[in-house]
């Protein structure tokens, strides 16, 4: 057991989830302690029926603190995990900023947690669009070896944090009223359209969203040679993203070969049946875990290639639960030691 753990960016969409998953999963610890900006400090969090202060993220708050979860935006992270690490303290962190720094694990518990091993003191969790589509290839990369994988998102506003979902809600409401409503996360309005644009524009077309999934897929297997096309797109759909999957695998498999795979993989949750209606969807995934998957069918295209469709809760399985995942295997391994 860690004696004292801190939850860092705890009043942040994805703190938010990371304080109800400690609650619900009873994680182990003594002590306890939230911190957020110089904006947030001084209010209050209830945890567990008792309330705490929100402390201001300096380095001293670092001073016996065993195991910190983090999320922050990235220059934030950048500049705090440092000093977590400096002074002893084990950090899982949500951002991007250190995902693809090779003294980092790059960690999903079903997919690579013999990653976690070689920690430095510092872990990466992945991107949530990434989280979701690496837990759906391992099966059929076990079976048949992924050659490439064409995929385009469908992420929620929540992917942009507590202003994304304001976003929907007040932008939804202004458009419905007819009155005029300044956007915070996005750049064009959300309500009633969707913005092909997820990140910054980084190389070849593509954006920093995209690249992500290209870069983090490759780090989480081990294996630069999977090619991956994603098209990131945000749409107007509070929690939970979305993708459509197609992958190419050597050894062919079939749909109900894929159906077998997923419906034995641990995490992973299939609900595919098309002539009853029955599919995935944002608002039925929306407070789960798992990974969902249905619409699996050959592709009419290729010889090799799988379809699928694909959606998780972003706040939890594409964030705040795979970091306490992180976080119980680490429990496990000092447990071991
Ligand atoms: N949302 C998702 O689906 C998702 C999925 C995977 C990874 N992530 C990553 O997780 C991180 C957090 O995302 P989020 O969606 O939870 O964002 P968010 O709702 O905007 O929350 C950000 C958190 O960081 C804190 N923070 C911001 N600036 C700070 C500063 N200068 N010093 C200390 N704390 C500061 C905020 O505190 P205040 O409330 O005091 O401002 C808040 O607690 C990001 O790196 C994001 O890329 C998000």
Redesign the pocket.
């Known amino acids: 057991m860690f004696e004292t753990i801190a939850i860092?960016?705890?009043?942040?969409?994805?703190?938010r989830i990371i304080r109800q998953l400690l609650e619900e999963r009873e994680f182990p610890y003594r002590n306890i302690k939230f911190?957020?900006?110089?904006?947030?400090?001084g209010t209050t969090i209830t945890f567990k029926g008792e309330k705490f202060p929100?402390e201001?993220?300096v380095p001293e708050a670092f001073e016996n603190i065993d195991l910190a979860i983090g999320?922050?935006?990235?220059e934030?992270?950048k500049e705090?995990c440092p000093w977590a690490v400096e002074r002893d303290c084990i950090v899982v962190d949500?951002?991007?900023y250190w995902r693809m720094d090779p003294n980092v694990p790059l960690v999903v518990p079903e997919v690579n947690p013999e990653a976690l091993e070689n920690h430095r003191g510092l872990i990466s969790?992945p991107?949530?669009s990434t989280t979701q589509m690496v837990v759906a290839m391992k099966p059929l990369h076990e079976a048949g070896r992924i050659r490439r994988v064409v995929v385009s998102t469908y992420q929620?506003t929540?992917?942009?944090?507590?202003?994304?979902q304001e976003d929907l809600k007040a932008g939804t409401k202004a458009f419905l009223d007819g009155a005029d409503y300044q956007y915070q996360a996005f750049k064009y309005p959300i309500a009633f359209n969707l913005i092909p644009q997820i990140g910054s524009p980084k190389q070849d077309g593509y954006t920093s969203e995209e690249i992500k999934m290209v870069k983090e897929t490759h780090k989480i297997f081990g294996d630069d040679t999977i090619r991956v096309c994603p098209t990131c797109i945000r749409v107007p759909v509070d929690n939970c993203?979305s993708e459509s999957i197609l992958v190419e695998t050597e050894k062919k498999i079939t749909a109900r070969q894929a159906r077998e795979l997923f419906a034995a993989t641990p995490g992973i949750k299939v609900i595919d049946d098309l002539e009853g209606g029955k599919y995935p969807m944002p608002a039925q995934c929306d407070g789960d875990d798992a990974v969902f998957i249905g619409r699996i069918r050959e592709d009419l295209s290729s010889d090799n290639g799988l379809a699928f469709w694909c959606v998780i809760d972003?706040?939890r399985k594409?964030?705040a639960t795979n970091a306490v995942q992180i976080a119980e295997l680490l429990v496990k391994m000092q447990a071991a030691v």
């Open positions: 860092v960016g705890a009043t942040g969409a994805v703190g911190l957020a900006s110089k904006r947030s400090a929100v201001e993220l999320s922050t935006p990235d934030v992270a705090f949500e951002s991007g969790s991107n949530c929620a929540s992917g942009a944090g507590v202003k994304g993203h972003n706040l594409g964030a």
